[in-house]
Nanobody
């Protein structure tokens, strides 16, 4: 099995920064696409950013120029650097990863999610 553990959330004033981390552990052969979603109270979960195994990135328009997604393949970790934070960035942030694992039937790919980490931006 694979587990994703997020860290780095917290409370910050508008204009400040936070860096989220998501570490994957388990019987991992490779991590393909990974990324971050967020869900604010009363709203649907929305895509924030994704990164492929080839380091191609994609961002929601609302965070372009402020957030940066990156990954450390040696550590099986994906990061989200969030700068110039705004109150509307307040949400629970979830990481996900498409992971290839070794099974008795060969390699299989599955999608895994973290438990979420709260980021709160005060005005």
């Amino acid at each position: 099995q694979v587990q994703l553990v997020e860290s780095g959330g917290g409370l910050v004033q508008a204009g400040g920064s936070l860096r989220l981390s998501c570490a994957a552990s388990g019987s991992i052969v490779s991590i393909n696409r990974s990324g971050w979603y967020r869900q604010a109270p009363g709203k649907q979960r929305e895509l924030v950013a994704t990164i492929t195994s080839g380091n191609t990135t994609n961002y929601a328009d609302s965070v372009k120029g402020r957030f940066t997604i990156s990954r450390d393949n040696a550590k099986n970790t994906v990061y989200l650097q969030m700068n110039s934070l705004k109150p509307e960035d307040t949400a629970v942030y979830y990481c996900y990863a498409e992971v290839t694992i070794a099974t008795r039937w060969g390699h299989r790919s599955y999608e895994y999610w973290g438990q979420g980490t709260q980021a709160t931006v005060s005005s």
